[in-house]
């Protein structure tokens, strides 16, 4: 059975580190702390659960203290988390099993991170992370913000979660400024870093300039290809919130060019026409996700109700806009296949069977 670290950078987590702590501490063998500046109960928190806590100067790199956080650790893997993480009871079980069989010659272990969820606690935004790491690999962080471990060797996928359970926040303006004092300081961004400036600029309401970094992104023709998907889709958000339809359509079909479609772009595109009551075409659309096979090895970022209940739903919705009700209902069962207790599924329900009943 393998032996694993836990290694940690934390900054005023009082609110989150002991609940992060309690979901992890039976199945790592130690856990390791580096705080960056905490001014509240942080370090107390900490030391209920480890004598393992390092002091760590900010210096506006993520990267950097993660790299610290590493370079305490003593046991053969590494797992990473951060203070809002967790791993729900089933995640344990599944981590207990992988670190009871897991073959020595794996170097990084990809898990599925959850980030956002419905109001039943579904999943509705995912993607895979590094999460468990070979220490002898030496793997390092690269990255000021939006980090990420520079992996080699054997891979493999999991199906185990991380939680991401952390409060709804406003748009931080902590990372943008990152970015742009590393501009003012004259260091170029990494193409990594061109893509998430992008978005943090998008995100800030800077659509103009989001646009300007998202073209200088695609065409340094080097990002990876999920990277390449997203930007065409946040570049279609700024286009639609500059009030320009014709380049956010365009901007996504262009996300076509990089590889196959994919059910978030098909949804967006069928939202465009739905917004203008063109319901054929949305239709169309929304019955294109639908046919696609969702990726499940894939790392990229997925919208998990865009490959299913979306479609389902607004098919209905647009079938009984047309006058089609018989298709409309076809689709709203299909929707309850993905969520039977969704509120617009029984709301749907109730409506079809009141059309029947005002027709006898």
């Known amino acids: 059975m393998i032996t694993i670290s836990l290694c940690m950078i934390v900054k005023n987590e009082e609110e989150t580190l002991a609940r992060c702590l309690n979901s992890v501490q039976e199945i790592v063998d130690e856990i390791i702390i580096v705080d960056t500046g905490s001014v509240d109960l942080t370090k107390k928190i900490a030391s209920e659960f480890t004598d393992k806590i390092f002091d760590f100067q900010w210096i506006d790199d993520f990267s950097a203290a993660r790299n610290e956080s590493f370079s305490k650790a003593a046991k053969e893997y590494i797992l990473w988390l951060d203070a809002d993480d967790i791993l729900l009871p089933e995640d344990i079980e599944k981590f207990k099993h992988l670190k009871q069989t897991l073959s020595s010659d794996v170097d990084v272990v990809m898990m599925q991170y959850n980030t956002v969820f419905d109001k039943q606690g579904r999943p509705t935004f995912s993607y895979k992370r590094e999460r468990l790491v070979k220490r002898i690999s ?3 962080w690269k990255e000021p913000v939006h980090e990420y471990i520079q992996m080699n060797g054997k891979i493999i996928n999991s199906d185990i979660a991380v939680t991401h359970a952390k409060p709804e926040t406003r748009v931080s303006n902590r990372n943008i400024q990152i970015y742009e004092k590393q501009l003012e300081n004259g260091k170029p961004l990494s193409i990594r870093g061109m893509y998430y400036y992008s978005k943090e600029l998008k995100d800030h309401g800077r659509h103009e300039e989001a646009i300007k970094q998202f073209e200088q992104f695609l065409n340094t023709g080097n990002g990876w290809v999920e990277d390449n998907i997203v930007a065409c889709q946040e570049m279609a958000k700024c286009y639609k919130a500059l009030g320009d339809e014709k380049n956010a359509l365009l901007s996504m079909f262009r996300s076509f060019y990089y590889d196959n479609p994919r059910a978030e772009t098909c949804c967006q595109i069928a939202y465009f026409f739905k917004s203008k009551n063109e319901y054929d075409k949305a239709i169309f659309w929304f019955e294109q996700a639908l046919n696609l096979k969702k990726p499940m090895d894939g790392w990229g970022f997925i919208q998990n109700d865009c ?34 207790d969704c509120p617009s599924v029984l709301s749907n329900k109730n409506y079809f069977e009141s059309l029947k009943n005002n027709r006898h």
Do not use: Q, T
């Open 138 to 140: 030496h793997f390092l």
């Open 307 to 340: 490959w299913g209940y979306i479609p389902s739903i607004e098919c209905a919705v647009c079938y009984d806009r047309l006058g089609n009700h018989e298709l409309a209902e076809k689709f709203n069962n299909k929707a309850a296949e993905f969520k039977p």
